[in-house]
């Protein structure tokens, strides 16, 4: 009865984690994975766990510190060449680009930003935030 009652529990929590993961995009461009979502406290938290091994992490936002989502990111090479295109689920998102250099354009409701030389290592986390 007690190892019914533990393989009953351990499913429904996976289930559980599995309909909390439907609130994510994930994909991936070119060999380039991404992850998307964070809208709410408790969606945050899963994406701080499923994110940390990405290389770039962007924090949407505007001027009031309210989080925005739909955002249109496109991310170039050093050569300027586009190497990804997404738009976002939530306010963050995770993308995990080599060591190297690169540009991203962020576009929300009309509303253009562009960030150069973002500076990726090996091994780390970059953490940009951009606000409109």
Same mark, same amino acid.
């Given at each position: 009865?007690?190892?019914?009652?533990?393989?009953?529990?351990? @499913?429904?929590?996976?289930?559980?984690?599995?309909?909390? #993961?439907?609130? &994510?995009?994930?994909? /991936?461009? +070119?060999?380039?994975? =991404?992850?998307?979502?964070?809208?709410?406290?408790?969606?945050?938290?899963?994406?701080?766990?499923?994110?940390?091994?990405?290389?770039?992490?962007?924090?949407?936002?505007?001027?009031?510190?309210?989080?925005?989502?739909? @955002?249109?990111?496109?991310?170039?090479?050093?050569?300027? #060449?586009?190497? &990804?295109?997404?738009? /976002?689920? +939530?306010?963050?998102? =995770?993308?995990?680009?080599?060591?190297?250099?690169?540009?991203?354009?962020?576009?929300?409701?009309?509303?253009?930003?562009?960030?150069?030389?973002?500076?990726?290592?090996?091994?780390?986390?970059?953490?940009?935030?951009?606000?409109?």
């Amino acid at each position: 009865m007690i190892p019914a009652i533990i393989v009953g529990m351990v @499913v429904f929590a996976m289930s559980i984690y599995s309909a909390e #993961e439907n609130f &994510l995009k994930k994909g /991936s461009e +070119g060999g380039i994975a =991404f992850l998307s979502g964070g809208i709410g406290q408790h969606e945050r938290e899963i994406l701080k766990k499923m994110g940390k091994d990405y290389s770039l992490k962007l924090i949407f936002s505007n001027r009031k510190s309210e989080y925005l989502s739909d @955002v249109m990111v496109t991310v170039f090479n050093h050569k300027d #060449e586009k190497i &990804l295109f997404t738009v /976002s689920f +939530g306010p963050w998102l =995770f993308i995990d680009l080599p060591s190297g250099m690169f540009n991203l354009e962020a576009s929300f409701q009309g509303g253009r930003k562009k960030v150069s030389q973002i500076r990726l290592e090996k091994g780390t986390q970059k953490v940009h935030a951009i606000q409109w």
